[in-house]
């Protein structure tokens, strides 16, 4: 098998996953519990609290540990919209965003919030400049994605904070992609709030976080005790947990790490090497993640290509919602003319690929387009 679809899913890191089997079986309390058998689980919570903290520039007590990057999106727009709804019920995301923000967006507006949904150049980028003419004397909250999860376009964020800023309006970003793979500063991103989600991280999945700027209060997603300083309630799962926080800091030492666009740029020369013109890329040729290459095979059907490679692991699209012979909506927010979209395959690769693998994927998808002519 080539894995070539980590921005579906990473594996769990096998030093993440020693760090959590104690937590699987010698402690077991309840992390709330204030005797012998919480506290050990209350400080392992805490020191990934650190970590993850460490990561984003922030300080431990503005993250909160969620059960993902899904429900971390919805917890901020509702509980934004929730707080804030005296003040406006405006919201501005682009057209490119993920279900998790897109959907939550549709349920506000079906309660009677506006939402404002930007849209994208050819390179699925954000114009800053289209998000400010938005504005309007009720928007309470601006979410733009950090990166895209299907062609991997870094989007202008810190650009888009400082109109935030300026406005007086409050900001989220979810990192989900892009935590892990480019620096997410939450200071440096001027962000409100950011969102992760853990399995995208060489964590295992069931488990994200939230970043909420000190002083900032919302209304919960979840109600019940006081879990998580009040914040979420339920009982934290602290090997899941233990190993975002792991993770997390693993991943603060391999930021900059070149080899991951060195076996993107080797999958995509390849590629163009044996069929030219065949192969377009999609999303910003240099703005984009390092580890993600999203090409459209001209004149071909993207899962055709998948199905005659059983070897090879990548996507027609965001692994959310791929299956569909059409157009995904950030192509055609894009503008991809349909010759290309429909033959739209999405390569993300991650630190268990070889360039021995990235050759033989070439070989493979070769073959296919080939059989396919």
Not at 5 to 21: C, F, G, H, I, Q
Not at 123 to 138: I, L, T
Request: proline letters at 5%; one cysteine or more.
């Amino acid at each position: 098998m080539i894995y070539l679809d980590y921005n579906a899913s990473t594996p769990v890191d096998p030093v993440v996953r020693k760090a959590m089997l104690p937590y699987l079986g010698t402690y077991y309390g309840n992390p709330s519990s204030s005797h012998a058998a919480g506290r050990p689980l209350r400080d392992a919570v805490e020191t990934a609290r650190q970590r993850l903290a460490a990561l984003l520039g922030a300080d431990p007590d503005e993250i909160v540990f969620t059960s993902s990057g899904t429900e971390a999106n919805n917890y901020v727009l509702k509980g934004v919209a929730h707080a804030l709804r005296p003040r406006g019920r405006h919201i501005i995301t682009s057209a490119i965003e993920h279900p998790a923000i897109l959907n939550p967006c549709r349920h506000l507006e079906k309660l009677g919030y506006e939402v404002s949904y930007v849209g994208v150049d050819a390179h699925g980028m954000v114009d800053p400049q289209e998000v400010a003419a938005e504005v309007r004397a009720g928007t309470i909250l601006i979410s733009i994605m950090h990166a895209n999860n299907e062609v991997g376009t870094i989007q202008p964020i810190a650009e888009i904070a400082e109109i935030a800023r300026t406005g007086g309006i409050w900001i989220h970003t979810d990192a989900a992609q892009s935590c892990g793979k480019i620096p997410t500063n939450t200071g440096e991103l001027g962000v409100t709030f950011l969102s992760i989600a853990g399995h995208k991280l060489y964590a295992p999945q069931g488990v994200g976080a939230l970043y909420i700027r000190r002083g900032v209060q919302i209304e919960p997603l979840l109600h019940g005790a006081g879990h998580e300083q009040g914040r979420r309630a339920g009982t934290e799962a602290v090997s899941a947990i233990v190993g975002l926080g792991v993770a997390a800091e693993l991943a603060g030492g391999k930021l900059g790490d070149s080899r991951l666009a060195a076996l993107r740029d080797r999958l995509h020369q390849g590629l163009q090497d044996r069929l030219g013109d065949v192969v377009v890329l999609l999303g910003h040729p240099t703005q984009r993640l390092p580890n993600t290459l999203a090409v459209g095979f001209r004149g071909r059907v993207g899962s055709e290509l998948l199905a005659a490679c059983p070897d090879l692991c990548a996507s027609t699209g965001a692994a959310c919602h791929s299956g569909e012979r059409k157009r995904s909506a950030v192509l055609a927010a894009m503008n991809v003319p349909e010759e290309i979209a429909f033959g739209a395959v999405r390569f993300s690769v991650g630190r268990l690929t070889t360039e021995v693998e990235i050759d033989a994927a070439v070989e493979q998808i070769v073959r296919a387009v080939a059989a396919g002519r």
